[in-house]
């Protein structure tokens, strides 16, 4: 071989060893590219992950999907017939049910078994991961992350279900986190990111007891439909705590039937069954067009937060509110003592000695107290009803909204299985009247003059019948509201006329209307008035009266 020959085998062996080192480079390169755009990817993710916050009598948390699947029977349903298809159903099995007339089904027990069920979680969980599933898409110039969660049983105020999806998503613009949506039932609420609480870039999110609908602020959820209980006193779940899964990889994804028992085409309006998947939740608004679901929901409104922690702390500032309020009166009977002492009989309502006006006033406000207590246990305001339709009836009269002392405003509306609560204002009124009239017992400790006891008593009156004038007032301009905000466009005039004869007779009245839609036709009765419990702390509030009134018409110094 001559030197040249050499020379051209070298140079062609470099070339070869130049363009295999210039590939190898190449493909490191990119691989190594898009493991960096894999890692970047996950790094934002887990950087925005939430911390999840639930109420301390929470039984359910986030759970990897297949503890559902290996738990669960496959059904169709159709015509209110249930079939079941498959008693061992597997994840690449489910994702070729494309078809929203199935639903998978707890075999531990029915939807309404909730202690069956949630028992056998807890058996279980620990067998399964925590599991948080997220998605990163785009919409709109802007980037997406949605973090979705799914629980084993839902056992909400307003309703139950088996299997249970909630989802918040954040709002990206140019990189930059700029709003998060947080699912609450079938709808939920936006929160600038500015608003929202953090650790970090991590929000929280607060978890309602059994219904798992997810909130801004711990003290949420109060003036809410569904009267939600959200609170920070029990289980945290950071990122740490709970795996992050991509949603996108999981063969059930498409699966378009329901993730619990359905019992009836009724109880899937009322929410009575299984949700529908990530895909299919809100009629795949969430999945398919998220910018414009976020957009949609009401906004945090943070002028109305201070109302919310006031409700969710009622007790505890109630009680202190109580303590100063006690205090002050010591202070003040304290100084009447220094000043005239406190008189023969201590309190100044013993002073009856006779047939004369302010012994008669006196007796009319332990009548007062016996009368009000009566009153404080028994209903105060109700509107009742029921319904007749060829698909559904109401099994007799239910309350539609119920006032009373111990339960404080309660709203419903008819079921399957009875009346829903949808809603509640839980204030101890019986506790807030009963303090009322404590207080008037000992402000009447040493009062010398009849007309200072009998603005006691006047204030005392005047404080048990105004909640009901402003009810009557509420009542009355409610079918005015009503039909302004139902126009007759609506075709919806019968509703106005419910509530026109509510507010024409608050005090107490009937009404029923026929419907008709789609050619079926049902009737809607509804009864109202003002309970015999209203009655009688009216009642109360009237003889206080009179007896202020006596008190000051007698002019008398009692020592």
Known sequence: ??????????????????????????????????????????????????????????????????????????????????????????????????????????????????????????????????????????????????????????????????????????????????????????????????????????????????????????????????????????????????????????????????????????????????????????????????????????????????????????????????????GLLSYRLYRRKQTHGFGPRFFSFLYIDGMNQHSIANLLFFAAIIIALIGLTLPWYSVSGSVNSEEFSTDGTIDFLKIDGIDGVQISYPGSYGPIAIGSLILPFSLLIGIGFMFTIFKSIGIKESKRLGRVYLYRGIGLITPFIILIIVIFALGSIISSAVPESTGMNEMNTLFSSLSQSPLAGSESVLLSESGVSSSITLMWGLGLGGYLLLLAGIVLIVSAVLLKMSKKTFY
């Not at 219904?211 to 609170?231: C, E, T």
Request: glycine letters at 6%.
């Open 1 to 326: 071989m001559t030197r040249n020959s050499t020379i051209v085998n070298f140079i062609n062996i470099k070339k070869t060893i130049s363009i295999i080192c210039l590939a190898l480079l190449i493909t490191t390169t990119l691989s190594w590219l898009g493991s960096s755009a894999v890692s970047a990817q996950e790094s934002t993710v887990e950087q925005y992950a939430p911390i999840l916050y639930f109420e301390a009598e929470e039984q359910c948390y986030p759970i990897d999907v297949a503890f559902h699947l290996d738990n669960s029977k496959l059904y169709s349903f159709d015509d209110g017939v249930s079939t079941l298809l498959d008693d061992s159903i597997t994840s690449e099995e489910l994702a070729n049910v494309t078809d929203e007339f199935f639903y998978l089904d707890n075999i531990h027990g029915d939807l309404r078994d909730a202690e069956k069920i949630i028992s056998e979680y807890k058996q279980q969980k620990n067998d399964y991961d925590i599991t948080v599933y997220y998605r990163e898409t785009n919409q709109s110039g802007k980037m997406i992350i949605q973090y979705w969660f799914f629980y084993a049983y839902n056992q909400g105020e307003l309703n139950v279900h088996e299997g249970d999806w909630e989802m918040i998503q954040i709002i990206f613009e140019s990189n930059i986190p700029t709003q998060i949506m947080y699912s609450q039932h079938h709808s939920g609420q936006q929160v600038t990111w500015n608003d929202a609480e953090k650790t970090g870039m991590h929000p929280h999110v607060y978890v309602a007891r059994g219904s798992h609908a997810n909130y801004p602020r711990y003290y949420s959820g109060k003036l809410g439909v569904a009267s939600d209980i959200v609170g920070n006193n029990g289980v945290m779940l950071d990122s740490s705590k709970y795996s992050l899964v991509e949603l996108s990889d999981q063969g059930w994804l498409t699966y378009a039937g329901r993730w619990g028992e359905v019992a009836s085409i009724e109880d899937t309006v009322l929410g009575f069954s299984g949700p529908p998947g990530p895909i299919y939740r809100e009629e795949g608004q969430m999945w398919n067009n998220p910018v414009g679901w976020g957009a949609n929901l009401p906004a945090l409104n943070t002028n109305l937060l201070p109302l919310e922690f006031l409700l969710y702390n009622f007790f505890t500032i109630f009680i202190i509110l109580t303590l100063i309020s006690i």
